[in-house]
């Protein structure tokens, strides 16, 4: 009989980040189902209602992503929320500072989500070193 033993006792690394081409495709699809999920429940000429949809996708691929992919997400976010969340649809334009703020928002939650998911994991990291170290020290001690 085999009896599986773990080989490893210390802290778990933390996770690796998905491959930044996985993160733009998930955002590629994502973002064209939320597009084209908000144009037939409220209509196209409601952007805003697109864009914290669209910020909020960004936030949750940023969980999972590495802080080099926030640019590329944010801008294929932005493609989808210009091309088609906007009349007339198909079409990309640039309005300014329209444009420029939905840029912003879009890489501001990347970023956040990336940021977000760091913290955790060092959190996470940060109580299964020092608890072990701590559990160590109590029955030494004892």
Known sequence: MID????????R?????????????????????????LNALIGPDRPSPALVALSLLSVVLGLCARFTAA??????????????????AGTLTWA????????????????????????LHARAAYRRVTTGVVGTTDTESS
């Open 4 to 11: 599986w033993v773990p080989l490893r006792t210390g802290a």
């Open 13 to 37: 690394p933390v996770p690796s980040p998905i491959a930044t081409p996985l993160v733009w495709a998930a955002a590629s699809s994502g973002a064209s189902v939320l597009v084209a999920l």
């Open 71 to 88: 640019p590329g997400t944010a801008v294929l976010c932005w493609l989808f929320l210009n091309g088609f969340a906007i009349p007339p």
């Open 96 to 119: 300014g500072h329209r444009d420029t703020f939905w840029l912003g928002c879009l890489f501001t939650a990347a970023l956040l989500g990336t940021a977000l998911a760091r913290l």
